[in-house]
């Protein structure tokens, strides 16, 4: 097959484009910033019609990663790239799309687990998940994140694209051994003894293992009979302090310093992040995906710490912070 992945030049388009090359399967990465990979790197701007949509012209699959990090404070200038890098980026692969005479057999469009609402009581599936945006007393940036995932999917349901099949990936947060990964970083706190609950550590943490990620993607592109939002979660979320505990347990280290909430605002304050990222409750679960048969290899923590920790150290254990 032929695979172009818009915007996947970082963490996540590296996850998934690095199996489909070995295996054997043509990559295009799209990037801002066209640089050294072992598949080609073609150069887009993200927002405008160029050389780069012939890239589309008879290949099998597009997976669109494109948006900027949200981690980072969400002032005025942040949050209006942050929501037109999404919009902008959708919009235009779907005119590529569109213009195309052999068009792509199937479009996965990334979003977020961050589009269901903050809660403890019950799971959020595709079917009875409840989207955000409406809980007492959310924090302002929280609503905007909501809004920001539910313009970014109407993107993709306005596209005109009759012949291409599209999927909504709302996904947790990929768990993998990377530097500057997700994992990276909570390992990180545990390391140096940091890694104890957040705030009240009630939140649910919803999450998915790398290796499930790219399967659960190749599983979805295979699949005819699949379209529309389809959670990228392991099915057994849990809460941040049973979550950092497992991690703790996985790395071998009992302790870690808990972090109050005052502590939290204080540092996402120095780091130039938000809260959202760690105190929102995420209880998202699949409902498609094993409804379909899809099956996961790491569906609980303990398991999927684990792995990544014994991969971590493979990679870093002998190099310095």
Same mark, same amino acid.
């Given at each position: 097959m032929k695979i172009v992945i818009p915007g996947g030049s970082g963490q996540v388009g590296t996850i998934l484009a690095r199996p489909f090359h070995e295996d054997g399967h043509e990559v295009v990465v799209l990037s801002r910033r066209p640089g050294d990979a072992p598949w080609r790197v073609v150069g887009w701007d993200a927002q405008t019609l160029g050389n780069w949509a012939a890239e589309l012209e008879g290949t099998d699959v597009v997976i669109n990663l494109a948006g900027r990090s949200v981690n980072c404070r969400y002032t005025p200038a942040n949050r209006r790239e942050i929501l037109e890098s999404r919009v902008n980026s959708v919009r235009v692969v779907g005119e590529a799309i569109a213009r195309a005479a052999s068009p792509p057999r199937v479009w996965l469009q990334a979003s977020t687990a961050t589009i269901y $609402?903050?809660?403890?009581? $019950? +799971? =959020? %599936? &595709?079917? @009875? #998940?409840?989207?955000?945006?409406?809980?007492?007393?959310?924090?302002?940036?929280?609503?905007? @994140?909501? %809004?920001?995932?539910?313009?970014?999917?109407? *993107?993709?349901d306005e596209a005109a694209t009759p012949q291409t099949r599209?999927?909504?990936l709302r996904s947790a947060i990929v768990m993998s051994p990377g530097r500057g @990964?997700?994992?990276?970083t909570l390992l990180g706190l545990v390391r140096h003894g940091l890694g104890g609950r957040a705030g009240d550590g009630r939140q649910y943490v919803s999450w998915i293992h790398d290796r499930d990620f790219v399967?659960? *993607?190749?599983?979805?592109? $295979?699949? %005819?009979?699949? *379209?529309?939002?389809?959670?990228l979660a392991a +099915? =057994?979320?849990?809460?941040?302090?049973?979550?950092?505990r497992a991690l703790r347990n996985a790395w071998g280290i009992?302790?870690?310093?808990?972090?109050t909430h005052g502590m939290l605002e204080a540092g996402a304050l120095f780091l130039r992040t938000e809260t959202e990222l760690i105190l929102k409750s995420r209880r998202v679960v699949p409902g498609r995906l094993p409804q379909a #048969?899809?099956?996961?290899?790491?569906?609980?923590? +303990? &398991? *999927? $710490?684990?792995?990544?920790c014994r991969r971590w150290r493979d990679v870093y254990a002998q190099k310095p912070d």
């Open positions: $609402a903050h809660r403890y009581d $019950a +799971p =959020n %599936d &595709e079917a @009875s #998940g409840i989207l955000g945006g409406m809980e007492p007393g959310a924090p302002d940036t929280w609503r905007f @994140s909501i %809004d920001v995932a539910q313009a970014w999917e109407c *993107a993709l599209k999927v909504k @990964s997700a994992f990276d399967r659960a *993607a190749a599983w979805l592109i $295979a699949r %005819d009979d699949m *379209a529309g939002a389809v959670n +099915p =057994n979320p849990l809460p941040n302090a049973e979550f950092m009992r302790f870690g310093l808990p972090a #048969g899809f099956t996961f290899q790491f569906p609980v923590w +303990p &398991e *999927a $710490a684990r792995d990544l």
